[in-house]
C-alpha cells in the first residue's frame, strides 16, 4: 500500500497515458464496412462511394467511381450529394480515421444512411480490390 501512495504521480500518469491511447478507438461511433461488405453495397444497393482525401491523393488512385470532396470542404459541398440522400454512402479517407468525422457531418446534414469503410482505401488495396486513377 505504501508502495502505491509513493508512486500514486506514476501511476496517475501511465492510467492518463493509457486512456488518450484508447481514447480514438472509443469514439468512434457509427456504422462501418469492410471492403467485402463495401464491395456487396456497392453492387447490390448502388451505394454512392466519397473519397474525403485531397486531389493529389485522389488523383494517385481511388475506389472506382468514387466522388472526391475533401473533408475540409465538405460541410459546404454537401449539397453535392443531395441526389445520392436516399442511397447509402460509403465515406473513404486513407485508413479510415478520418472518414468518422465526415460521416458525422453527412448525418446532421440529413443523410440517413451512411457507412466508413473500415480500415479506408488501405484496406481496400490490402484486400486486392481494384483502383480507378
Known sequence: MKFLIDQIFLIGIAVLSG??????????????ASPQEVTLLINRAKATILDIRDAAAYAAGHLPEAKNIPSAELANRAGELEKFKTRTIVVVCQTGGRAFGAAKTLEKAGYENVVVLDGGQAAWQTAGLPLAK
Open 19 to 32: 486512456g488518450a491511447l484508447l481514447w480514438p478507438v472509443l469514439t468512434q461511433r457509427g456504422k462501418k
